[in-house]
């Protein structure tokens, strides 16, 4: 079937912010739609709040909203565009259900919108528990008995047809808090009589155990002329209970045999044509019995996914780009397989290697929050790794996790190495593996952890390997072993440790005994047919497909697995330095191992190399290319902490040079520096033992801001405020070192933080833009929002940042990107630090201004242009007011206390655009998930300091229509100023008290602002409740009035307006389309 | 892990690749072939169109699931020989009652395991399935080359006769039997006769050489043409005594080999593909309905499109190479496919080619 011809025009609706469940998959999965849909001739509108994505660049869609996905501006944006059809199905669950609400509100039907891809009756088949219960019952497919339960009458009459044990789970809970597994009927009253409480719409739903089952995943593709395949099948290492997204996933399956494959392969096509997904990926979830085979099916996804990103990459099949053009009319067969150009994409990929996917948790950033994997997702990442045997491609994706340090388990008692087994937790390897080498059997880590024997008998062969090498002299480790070693993906960084030697004389040895990587192609179809894409994966084997070209070559390292501080945007510079850099006729070599990201897209590129980010699989890549430049600045901490090596080994590290890169992050060069150019800083010292830090604190002043260095994102951050916290801070939060001191500096309260962007070479400097922080310093930049330009800043303040700027990257040579961050306090402007890379604040920088600045860089770094051929002005303009803002999980770890401070948290970033600030910023919140209050009672309670401030915003609050209510303190001196404001209990004051309020749903907007560290237990209550019933909450003065300019605006504004970029920037000439070729 | 026997592995264009020996020990030959399917190597180890070949399984991990008792294809291993990747050490499966190793050294099948089989694989693809042979006993790859020469060809080799039952059988329908269908056994998958028996067909299964006056005598309300291993065009005899059954006008169902037969039968020519299909991803449109199936296969032979008679139709077409993958007979109520609806290994997307069967059947009735 040719495609449709009725339909010109597609809105796709992205997935916005990077949330822990939803991450940069769906941009790569809705860039591919895009360019798909571009390339088909349609055009494209898009909407996504993310500014931080590909997919919302100016070039990718035709018009491009970052918008809020809100059903008020999307309707506005169908009024506006006019599109014939919506694709609902790449953007996530967020872009699933907003598509389904535009369809109920009648949105679609009003303007004449299509949905194509998925209609509504088949999403919700999928996704409503029942209703698909039901479509597989009438088709036999069995699936997990159970059902919903209101009271406790009728969860007794379900957990008779479920039996024990029986797993109950309240409904809307934070965190999945109050439920749990029942073994016994006295435990079961206990578990689902409390879970009926907890639930706010009291309401559980009971389920048998399937828990300790094998569990599955078919990614399942289907056109419109009912041609169905599965293009790869993923089986989970940990057995059901611990959720996909944070369990180790494999492809394809390994312990199936093809009997029960087909099995699964059939119902997934029975499921897929029953729900009636018309076109289009799925992704359906299987439970195994290991004891007799009996199957359940889980779960339907009925839209593109985290898996279907993950098959993707495992399989070399772009099943997005794929299920756009289905969804517009075209038949499998008729598409081609792009790897091997000859052969049809109506078939089922085949593979020869085996592909693992690692997650990576930050449970460190949450204190408070148990470390226990369930049916909740956690990570806020993952790698995935690629191998010819298990052993090697789950050992490649260890080491490509970048994890700080093994936990040390020598003297572990039996009672809780043993607990630890048999409950997942993120660290479950280093007791899995503890355990392989201090005697448990498979069987008995088995019935711990029913991880199936087979992928316990893997790592038991790793184990043994390595006490083959254990304790040996280097040179006398058998040729043999050592190359055996190497298969199993045990690393010279391992093996030297285990050979008391250094990496280096690994590397050598193995050199000297002709132990070398060669590199294979991921080829869809087990090198059946040739393959025209070099995507490619290294192993120990013979035979080299790398088959390097002799063109002028750059290769790029991208930042690893996601993690709070390092994510997509990073992989926004990546990817725009290939771009930029293929354009200018390089050939480009990415080398990245994360299956979320545009990055690894085998398209980006013109080289796609699937490795771990380590000095030795970089070298190794390096070896085999020979790439005239390599570009180390713009994937974050993960290539910039290679650079220094690399360049030692003599690899040409392009752009600001590693000297500057170290000059700039030692402490000590660079406050000589900053004293040199006569730039002030922060009173800061740098320490390497508890005595020393102590010395500094007190030399400097309390409060002072401590962390270690070369890191990202604040990990480990503090503000302290007095010796005995500081002592406290350094015994446990680090291990203070020589090689990792801590960095001292003085902690300016109050102060106004600044963030800004720029582009230099040894022609000049242009500053990209100067963000100003909402929230005071103190809360890490990436957790505070900002805005473009900066609004409250004075001009001799501006002045002097430019001069700053201007002058840092004269005296560090940058070439490329630099970011700095600065604070002024009492009318001085203060440089916090400079960092000669790319920053976090990159793609919001280019968004807002219309220049792409990261390209731009990446054409500098490689000398194809100067600064000056660009003629950019000295500072970039932006034509409206853009605010980002960010978007926290906190919600998904019970227990934490949701406060922003010096140590980042959240995960994503939205951006606002309007005329005004405070159209920006509401925005910016809406797009952030957080409903704008126009009435109600707002409750206040702030501290002494800010108590005139609060009466301004108070009487604003007022006039806006609100009803006040505080705490005594904060009521009172509002009363005394005339206002009308109710007074409530504090937390510990009795009841009700303001969290009940809360619960009942009588608050509408909170300002609460730390009392200081006394009252902390009551701030911690409110803002729980507040975060579980989703109350708007600020918690500084700044971002309360930021909050109350958003709000009055919007009472003023009535209807929404959206604007595209490409309306935005018009009168913009695109840069590099005429300058970068 | 104790240092394994070493094996080699020698084609016949004088390539080597040198591993570990697993399976039985000893020394082998056939022709070098790859099958491209990640799951169902009991089934394909027990294919008896294997037979003269040395099987190589381009997915790296075999025998994670070892062997058990019900998913065997026939009477024994037919593959002359195995080559992986990495053969499991362990077997885990509910089903499992043995390993792969232990299996393969119970039929004294020789093996060779950690050679770089892609490279393996790439080498077939690019110069064309060829001899080779597996040795655990004479490392010297030069003697090893000398034997392979002397080996014989896959091309005009018979090999249908050398796998066939000796004495006709029965196979019973599942509850009601409403046909009688005669198998001619070329090599024949056991998972055939289980379709034809949930179908309610009583098979009767006869050695390959059968006359065309005997299995009349059986009075058939169909004839099935398995599969089966070695050069199509060997078999002039059986392909003679298939055409004088054509003109009876029973309807008949040939599968790969037998699809090959059928070819010849109507005057048309098979030759032999490079490498061959051998996998479970192989794309198949019907052209009669336009839709593409995914289709298991095991073949190194095809059937000339151009040499086909007018009365013969190109029912089905591999979409990767657009070679003849369906043959259907104008006239009469006869047709064939190159591949193996009856999977096992494989996808089940074909199974309604024996309900067509079953069709043709019900109208001769």
Redesign the interface.
């Known amino acids: 079937m040719p495609k449709r011809t009725d339909i010109h025009k597609i809105l796709i609706i992205g997935s916005g912010p990077i949330v822990i469940g939803q991450g940069c998959e769906f941009d790569y999965s809705g860039t591919q739609a895009c360019r798909a849909l571009k390339q088909e001739g349609f055009e494209v509108v898009l909407v996504n709040s993310n500014p931080a994505t590909i997919m919302t660049d100016p070039e990718i869609a035709d018009k491009t909203y970052v918008e809020p996905l809100t059903l008020e501006t999307v309707s506005a944006i169908i009024e506006k565009e006019r599109p014939d059809a919506l694709l609902p199905t790449v953007g996530g669950q967020t872009g699933l259900n907003l598509s389904v609400e535009l369809y109920e509100k009648g949105i679609l039907d009003k303007f004449g919108v299509k949905l194509i891809g998925a209609n509504v009756e088949s999403i919700k088949v999928g996704e409503d528990r029942e209703l698909f219960k039901q479509a597989m019952d009438e088709i036999g497919i069995p699936s997990a008995k159970g059902g919903f339960a209101h009271t406790w009458e009728e969860a007794r009459k379900i957990v008779e047809e479920t039996g024990y044990p029986a797993i109950i789970r309240p409904a809307y809970t934070l965190g999945g808090t109050g439920g749990g597994t029942a073994f016994n009927p006295e435990e079961f009253e206990e578990i689902a009589k409390s879970g009926l409480a907890a639930s706010p719409i009291s309401q559980i739903l009971v389920e048998e155990s399937i828990l300790g089952w094998k569990e599955y995943e078919l990614e399942v593709m289907r056109d419109l ?3 169905v ?2 293009i790869c099948s993923i089986e989970n290492f940990d057995p059901m209970g611990v959720h996909t997204g944070d369990s180790i996933t494999v492809a ?8 029960e ?2 099995k699964l ?2 119902m997934s096509i029975a499921c897929i044509r029953k729900v009636g997904v018309e076109t289009g990926g799925s992704n359906i979830q299987f439970a195994v019995n ?4 009996d199957v359940r099916i889980i779960e339907m996804n009925p839209r593109v996914s985290r898996s279907s990103a993950l098959a993707s990459k495992a399989t070399g099949f772009p099943i997005a780009k794929i299920a756009a053009k289905l969804a517009v009319g075209y ?3 008729e598409i081609p397989n792009d790897i091997t150009k ?3 994409a ?9 592909v693992t996917k690692i997650p990576k948790w930050a449970f460190e950033k949450f204190p408070g929050a148990e470390d226990v994997l369930g049916t909740q997702m956690k990570s806020v990442g993952e790698v995935m790794a690629i191998g ?3 052993k090697e491609s789950l050992f490649k994706g260890l080491r490509s996790l970048e994890a700080v340090k093994p936990l040390r388990l020598e003297g572990i008692p039996d009672h809780l190495l043993q607990r630890k087994l048999a409950r997942p937790n993120s660290n479950r390897f280093s007791y899995l593996t503890y355990a392989l080498r201090n005697g448990y059997s498979i069987e008995e880590i088995h019935r711990l952890t029913k991880i ?3 992928f316990l ?1 893997q790592l038991q ?1 790793v184990m ?2 390595q006490a ?1 090498i254990d304790g040996r002299n280097l040179n006398d480790v058998p040729s ?1 072993v050592l190359q ?1 070693a190497k298969e199993f993906a045990l690393s010279d960084r391992r093996i030297s440790y285990l050979t008391n030697s250094t990496e280096d004389e690994v590397r050598e040895r193995r050199k000297d005994l002709n132990i070398e990587p060669v590199y ?1 192609r991921v080829d869809t ?6 393959s025209h894409t070099p995507y490619l994966y290294s192993t120990y ?3 080299n ?1 790398a088959d390097p070209t002799d063109r002028r070559k750059i290769m790029i390292l991208g930042s690893g697995p996601n993690r709070i501080g390092q994510g997509i945007e990073f992989d926004y510079c990546c990817c725009h330095a290939s771009f930029a850099l293929r354009d200018a006729d390089f050939e480009t070599i990415m080398v990245n191992c994360n299956p979320e990201t545009v990055s690894t897209d085998y398209d980006t590129s013109d080289r796609l190399y699937f490795e771990p980010l380590t000095f030795e699989d970089v070298m190794n890549i390096v070896e085999t290319e020979n790439p005239e430049g390599v570009i180390v600045q713009f994937g974050g901490q993960t290539p910039l902490n290679l650079a220094d090596r690399l360049h030692k080994a003599g690899v040409p590290i392009i752009g600001t040079s590693p000297d500057s890169i170290d000059l700039a992050e030692d402490r000590k060069r660079f406050s000589a520096l900053l004293q040199e150019l006569n730039i002030p800083q922060p009173d800061n010292g740098t320490a390497v033992s508890p005595e020393e830090a102590k010395k500094i604190a007190n030399k400097i002043g309390y409060p002072v801001v401590v962390r270690p260095s070369f890191v990202l994102g604040g990990r480990a951050m503090a503000i302290v405020y007095d010796e005995q916290t500081l002592d406290e801070y350094m015994r446990t939060a680090v291990d203070a070192s020589p090689e990792k001191p801590i960095l001292i500096d003085k902690f300016l309260e109050r102060a106004v933080e600044i963030d800004v962007d720029a582009l230099a070479d040894e022609t000049g400097c242009v500053i990209a833009g100067i963000q100003e922080h909402i929230e005071e310093a103190g809360i890490h930049s990436g957790d505070s929002s900002s805005v473009l330009p900066a609004q409250k800043l004075a001009a001799e303040h501006l002045e002097t940042i430019k001069h700053y700027t201007v002058n840092l990257a004269k005296a560090l040579k940058v070439i490329g990107l630099m970011n700095l961050q600065l604070a002024i306090k009492d009318d001085r402007v203060y440089v916090i630090e400079v960092n000669p890379r790319a920053s976090r604040t990159v793609p919001f920088v280019a968004k807002a201004t219309g220049i792409p600045i990261a390209k731009i860089a990446s054409l500098i770094m490689a000398g194809e242009k100067t600064l000056a051929d660009f003629n950019l002005p000295a500072m970039l303009s932006v034509p409206q007011i853009f605010v980002k803002s960010p978007v926290f999980p906190f919600k998904k770890f019970a227990g934490v206390d949701p406060v922003l401070g010096p140590e980042m948290h959240s995960t994503g970033e939205v951006m606002g655009v309007g005329e005004t600030f405070g159209e920006a910023y509401g925005k910016a919140m809406e797009g952030a998930g957080i409903v704008l209050p126009m009435s109600g009672k707002a409750f206040i309670s702030v501290n002494d300091s800010d108590k005139g401030q609060a009466v301004v915003l108070a009487r604003r609050l007022d006039k806006l229509g609100f009803d006040l209510i505080a705490t005594y303190g904060t009521a009172k001196r509002l009363q005394e100023v005339g206002l009308t404001c109710e007074t409530v209990f504090k937390v510990n004051e009795g009841r009700p008290n303001i969290a009940d309020y809360i619960k009942q749903g009588e608050i509408s907007l909170i300002i609460n602002t730390p009392l200081g560290r006394t009252s902390h237990y009551d701030e911690q209550a409110i803002r729980k409740s507040a975060l579980q019933f989703n109350v708007p909450t600020v918690t500084t003065m700044t971002g309360a009035e930021a909050l109350i300019e958003a709000i009055a605006t919007k009472k003023s504004q009535g209807q929404v307006k959206v604007r595209s970029l490409q309306e935005i920037h018009a009168n913009k000439k695109s840069l590099i389309a005429e300058e970068g070729r | 892990m104790n240092l394994s026997k070493k094996a080699i592995l020698v084609l016949e264009d004088g390539r080597t690749f040198r591993g570990d020996s697993f399976g039985a020990e000893g020394e082998t030959f056939g022709e070098m072939v790859f099958n491209t399917s990640m799951t169902g190597y009991q089934e394909i180890l027990t294919d008896p169109s294997y037979a003269g070949q040395l099987v190589c399984m381009t997915y790296p991990l075999i025998g994670n699931y070892g062997v058990n008792e019900e998913d065997t294809e026939s009477r024994r291993p037919w593959v002359e020989g195995f080559v992986v990747r990495e053969a499991s050490r362990v077997a885990s499966n509910w089903r499992s009652t043995e390993s792969l190793d232990s299996y393969l050294k119970r039929h004294k099948i020789v093996g060779i395991e950690r050679i770089d089989t892609r490279a393996l694989v790439r080498h077939i693809r690019d110069k064309g399935a060829m001899r080779a042979a597996i040795s655990s006993i004479d490392a010297d790859e030069k003697s090893l080359l000398e034997k392979v020469l002397a080996t014989p060809a896959m091309q005009n080799r018979e090999l249908a006769s050398a796998v066939t039952i000796d004495k006709t059988f029965d196979y019973p329908a599942e509850r009601e039997e409403k046909f009688h269908v005669v198998c001619f056994d070329f090599g024949v998958k056991t998972n055939s006769l289980r379709e034809f028996a949930k179908h309610g067909c009583k098979i009767t299964v006869v050695p390959a050489e059968t006359s065309a006056k005997e299995v009349l005598a059986l009075k058939p309300d169909g004839i099935f043409l398995s599969n089966g291993p070695g050069d199509p065009a060997s078999m002039q005899k059986v392909v003679s005594e298939i055409r004088k059954l054509t003109e009876n006008a029973v309807p008949m169902f040939g599968i790969c080999l037998g699809h090959q037969i059928l070819g010849q039968v109507f005057g048309g020519e098979t030759y032999k593909l490079k490498f061959g299909h051998r996998g479970g991803n192989q794309p198949i449109m019907d052209l009669t309905t336009g839709k593409v199936e995914i289709t298991s296969h095991n073949h190194g032979f095809a059937v000339e499109a151009k040499s086909l008679p007018a009365e013969i139709e190109v029912t089905h077409v591999n979409l990767n190479d657009q070679t003849v993958a369906g043959l259907r007979h104008k006239n009469l109520p006869i047709f064939s496919v190159q591949y193996h609806p009856e999977s096992a290994p494989g996808p089940h997307d074909s199974e309604y080619l024996f309900r067509r069967f079953i069709e043709l059947m019900e109208k001769g009735k």
């Not at chain 1, 290991?290 to 085979?293: K, T």
């Open positions: 002329n009912d041609n395949v599965i394809p399956a390994q312990t199936l045999t093809d009997v494959y087909q392969r059939d290991p004891e007799n085979g038949t499998l067969d000859k052969t049809p109506s078939f089922e990929p085949t593979i020869d290697y085996v010819r045997t298990f199936d024997p087979w008998e062969e043994q390997l083959r043999e055996n294979k179809c087990g090198a059946e047919f040739e084997e013979e035979e497909e």
